[in-house]
């Protein structure tokens, strides 16, 4: 792979770096404590571009390769991982999946909405009783002349109670396991569509996450994606391209965690001298700096095997697991280095490290990751 980024890529990511400094980073700690993001950040990320990347432009979106996708998720994620993940589900789970599997119609409807920031998604995959084992849901969509009947629940929807349109995983046929599985598009103004917005999360405090509650809600058969009972390959092609963007979201975690803790070690003084010159917190500072390098590396992989057509599961599942659990290690390295200080909100760290936490849990388990790799090397499905 070629390491050196294209002149398009280097002024992508410049773009979104300076974005992230000016209209996000300044905001990131008064976004946490009000617990939202100002929703008008929405707009602004899809006049840049930023939520039409790799879409095609014939449908709003500003096409670009998957690396500058990458790029730019890490520019977010460094600003605040709250942003991050609205653009990681709405653009990664929401609109790339309906771009890839949706019908003329369903795309024309839908992706200039989503790619502009008129419209946000969300991915209602995951319920009170299933989430690992995804494939087991129980939400049922049941075929009434031209429509389904939906009736179920989902837990933990990112964008939930922002959103405008829900891709949701439903079981329609008594196919057993997964193979019963098929995903709708539902606006979230249908009847009998509520949500409650989940209170109290440890990190990504800004966003939208949301309980969806579905009762008798009307879906017409038009609005199913992809044929029916293909719906959990629907969601699991999804998420493999959106470990890609939580891995990006990482690498910007734990950039920032070792920007502010380099400033910070250069600054503060104990024993007579800046704390830089203990070779320990030299020591913190270095791990935090090979795990970013590592950790950026592994997800531009994937982003380059997307790009050139090549088989990317396992290498996205590597690229989640090491980012996810080097973003929490960068972090927590990064409230060493700040001490006492560390331990408050008015410096990065600790939301840094409360950010980190959930990227080891979501789009699959730092487990069950190591569950889908174990796979790929011994032919043994260990799930
Ligand atoms: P469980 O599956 O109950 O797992 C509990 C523990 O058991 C974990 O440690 C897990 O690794 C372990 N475990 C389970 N099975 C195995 C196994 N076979 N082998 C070894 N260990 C195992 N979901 C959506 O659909 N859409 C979203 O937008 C979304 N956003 C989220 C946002 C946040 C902030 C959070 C916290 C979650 C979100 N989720 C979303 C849900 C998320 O994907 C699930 O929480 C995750 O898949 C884990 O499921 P669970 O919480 O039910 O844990």
């Known amino acids: ?11 992508v990511r410049q773009l979104a770096r300076d974005f992230s400094d000016r209209e996000i980073a300044p905001h990131a700690v008064e976004w946490d404590r009000a617990e939202s993001v100002d929703r008008a ?8 571009g930023f939520l039409g990347l790799t879409i095609p432009e014939e449908y709003g979106g500003c096409g670009g390769d998957h690396l500058a996708y990458c790029l730019v998720t890490e520019e977010l994620g460094r600003g605040d991982s709250a942003v ?11 609109a790339k999946t309906l771009a890839h599997w949706g019908t003329e119609e369903q795309k024309r409807q839908w992706l200039p909405g989503l790619t502009s920031g008129d419209l946000v998604g969300c991915f209602g995959l ?16 049941v075929r009434d002349g031209d429509a389904y009947v939906v009736n179920g629940s989902k837990m933990f929807i990112t964008n939930g109670t922002w959103a405008d349109v829900v891709l949701l995983f439903a079981r329609s046929t008594d196919a057993p396991g997964h193979k019963g599985v098929s995903a709708f598009l539902v606006p979230t103004d249908t009847p009998g569509l509520t949500r409650r917005e989940i209170h109290g999360k440890l990190g990504l405090r800004g966003q939208a996450t949301a309980e969806l509650v579905l009762e008798d809600v009307r ?9 029916e009972g293909k719906g959990f390959s629907v969601a699991m092609s999804a998420l493999a391209k959106g470990r ?9 975690i734990a950039q920032a965690a070792l920007d502010a803790a380099v400033k910070y070690a250069t600054e503060r003084e104990q024993f007579g001298r800046t704390i830089a010159h203990h070779q320990l917190v030299q020591e913190l500072l270095t791990d935090i700096a090979v795990d970013v390098d590592a950790a950026r590396l592994l997800t531009w992989r994937v982003a380059d095997l997307i790009d ?3 088989p990317f599961v396992t290498e996205a599942s590597k690229a989640k697991l090491f980012a996810s659990e080097a973003a929490v290690r960068a972090a927590n390295n990064a409230l060493q280095v700040f001490g006492g200080y560390g331990y408050i909100d008015e410096y990065p760290a600790g939301k840094l490290l409360r950010d980190a936490r959930v990227m080891t849990l979501y789009e699959g388990t730092s487990q069950i990751q190591k569950l889908v790799i174990g796979r790929a090397l011994t032919g043994v499905s260990a799930f």
């Not at 792979?1 to 002024?11: D, K, V």
């Not at 879906?219 to 044929?227: D, F, G």
């Open 308 to 310: 050139r057509g090549q």
């Open 41 to 48: 950040i929405v707009k602004k990320l899809g006049a840049l």
């Open 244 to 252: 890609m963007s939580v891995a990006a979201g990482c690498v910007g």
């Open 219 to 227: 879906v017409p058969a038009s609005a199913m994606l992809a044929p």
């Open 84 to 94: 991050r993940g609205i653009v990681s589900v709405s653009l990664g789970l929401v």
């Open 126 to 141: 995951t319920e009170p009783g299933t989430g690992s084992d995804a494939g087991s849901l129980t939400t049922r969509a």
């Open 1 to 11: 792979m070629n390491l050196e980024l294209s002149e398009e890529q280097t002024a």
